[in-house]
């Protein structure tokens, strides 16, 4: 079996395995938890992805293509990376703070 082939068939088997574990995951997880503590649970995901999606966005893309244009210049490689680290990291400074400020003033979070 061919390195390419093989390594096709495991990434079609890993893209399988993430459409059916929700599927057997989200009934048993509503069955064991409330569908209250759930909702809840999901509520707080989706809130976490919406975040994750404001400080990853664009990141991957044009660091990536920045980096392979470097040239094997490791100088210009490592400033590359450290800017981007440091945007990501005030990117989500700014996040925690908002959800700080969210947490004290909507009811939402503070109900149990």
């Known amino acids: 079996m061919s390195k390419i082939f ?7 088997l890993v893209q399988i ?3 059916i574990i929700p599927l057997i995951e989200l009934p048993f997880l509503a069955r064991v938890l409330s569908p209250n503590v759930l909702g809840q649970i999901i509520f707080i995901q989706v809130v976490a992805l919406t975040a994750s999606f404001f400080v990853e966005y ?3 893309l044009k660091a990536a293509r920045d980096f392979a244009q470097c ?7 490592a400033k590359l990376i450290a800017i981007v680290f440091q945007a990501k990291i ?3 400074s700014l996040i925690v703070v908002l959800f700080i400020i969210a947490y004290q003033f909507i009811d939402i ?3 149990k």
């Open 71 to 77: 040239n094997h210049d490791h100088d210009q490689r």
């Open 90 to 92: 005030i990117l989500f």
């Open 109 to 111: 979070f503070s109900e």
């Open 6 to 12: 093989k390594n096709s068939l495991f990434l079609l």
């Open 58 to 60: 664009g990141f991957n």
């Open 17 to 19: 395995s993430g459409y």
